[in-house]
């Protein structure tokens, strides 16, 4: 069986009809109020960290404009507009309790005429071919039902010399940062999850589906298959992070 095959295994209510896709959704419908506050206590604010890193990818192509594929309650978005300032950034996500949230984010911000969130699967964005500068992920490709597909997707959407971004968990390997890591994602993320987020099911699929995505050389190979160019892996904080980077 190939990682990715594993990967579409893993979804987060075991026993379920629903497509992995469904699943995700509902998911991330039922933690969306409590999301933002938990990805910076569990990561004790580093994940602010490496999404400015990631930014720096896309700098030296001053991208106007940017589609950002999962992106939740828009965190990445706003902070894409604020480092990057292009004219515009549309996000897509499948979870519409998620966007409401980045909806009202936005609003407070007054970034509504420069940030648009609206509905949309990775593996059927609704934009033209070579729409796109530049295009963001953080934390999400891991969650694809068919991650080919939405990369292949990605790289249609994206004009030639666009620039390609994915912020992504990873295991790390190293003594003892890798049994300190394995053992906060097994026994105490799922206990926040259930404590803060009233959803141990939710943080209990986040460790499994780190674990059996592919990461580093085997994720640049799927990218390389994908036709992307100058495919690169940049590890963060032990590991524990990935940023990968990709042109068409």
Known sequence: MSENANVQKIVPFEGSKLSKKEQIATMFDDIAYRYDFLNHFMSLGIDIIWR????????????????????????????????????????????????????????????????????????????????????TVAFGVRNFEHLEKGLSEMYRVLKPGGRLVILEFSNPTVFPIKQLYNSYFRYVTPLIGKWIAKSQAAYSYLPESVKAFPQGEAMRTILTNTRFQAVTCKTLTFGICSIYCATR
């Open 52 to 135: 400015k890193k990631a930014l720096r990818y896309l700098k030296a192509i001053q991208p106007k404009l940017m589609l950002d594929v999962a992106t939740g309650t828009g965190d990445f978005a706003i902070m894409a507009e604020k480092h990057l300032h292009p004219e515009k950034i549309v996000g897509i996500d499948i979870s519409e309790g998620m966007l409401a949230h980045g909806r009202e984010k936005i609003d407070k911000l007054g970034l509504s005429d420069k940030i648009t969130l609206q509905s949309g699967d990775s593996e059927t964005i609704s934009f033209p071919d070579q729409t796109f500068d530049a295009i």
